[in-house]
T-cell receptor, first 116, second 112 residues
């Protein structure tokens, strides 16, 4: 099946620094990718929809200047957490769907971000 | 987007059949029902999808009554490795640009 790869799987950063997370669709093209955040023992919360070649669409309550999304190609979307704070520590997951297989969404393995 | 309601948690024993029911009273005509499995610190994994009646694959079955206001995921003969969170999602999957909205999920604990 289709594969979505996230990198890094874990990252620890200091408060005030920025962290970039990459999401790649390895064997299909994804015009749309989705970014989720998941806190411990909670469900996935959609943060934003990343559209190739255009601006991302953010969910209500998600700061677009803090969570910068770039979808520069059909196989890569990046999420940059700017000026990270400890409360940004979370599990970030990306997802993409293959147009040829519209039913199934493929998820990356997730990125555990810890801000110290 | 149709809201889903699932039990928060379920316990089972190895070798038993587990049925997890999801309510989705506001399901729309174009909506499909999809179930995902998530292990700790991993992204969700697709299990099964259906529109109506019954769907079966190598890992699970999905039962959907005629009114489609609920669905039941059936896991035959569970093992310890089936301990995970199971999410029921409802949405129009015909468009790959449509987002997936996750509800609370059901935390399944399989005991020896």
């Amino acid at each position: 099946g289709a594969v979505v790869s996230q990198h890094p799987s874990r990252v620890i950063c200091k408060s005030g620094t920025s962290v970039k997370i990459e999401c790649r669709s390895l064997d299909f093209q994804a015009t749309t990718m989705f970014w989720y955040r998941q806190f411990p023992k909670q469900s996935l919360m959609l943060m934003a929809t990343s559209n190739e070649g255009s601006k991302a669409t953010y969910e209500q309550g998600v700061e677009k200047d803090k969570f910068l999304i770039n979808h520069a190609s059909l196989t890569l979307s990046t999420l940059t957490v700017t000026s990270a704070h400890p409360e940004d520590s979370s599990f970030y997951i990306c997802s993409a769907r293959d147009w040829g297989k519209g039913a199934e969404a493929f998820f990356g393995q997730g990125t555990r971000l810890t801000v110290v | 987007l149709a809201k889903t309601t699932q039990p928060i948690s379920m316990d089972s024993y190895e070798g038993q059949e587990v049925n997890i029911t999801c309510s989705h009273n506001n399901i729309a005509t174009n909506d499909y029902i999809t179930w995902y499995q998530q292990f700790p610190s991993q992204g969700p994994r697709f299990i099964i999808q259906g529109y109506k009646t019954k769907v079966t694959n190598e890992v699970a079955s999905l039962f959907i009554p005629a009114d489609r206001k609920s669905s039941t995921l059936s896991l035959p003969r569970v093992s310890l490795s089936d301990t995970a969170v199971y999410y029921c999602l409802v949405g129009d999957t015909g468009n790959a640009g449509n987002m997936l909205t996750f509800g609370g999920g059901t935390r399944l604990m399989v005991k020896p």
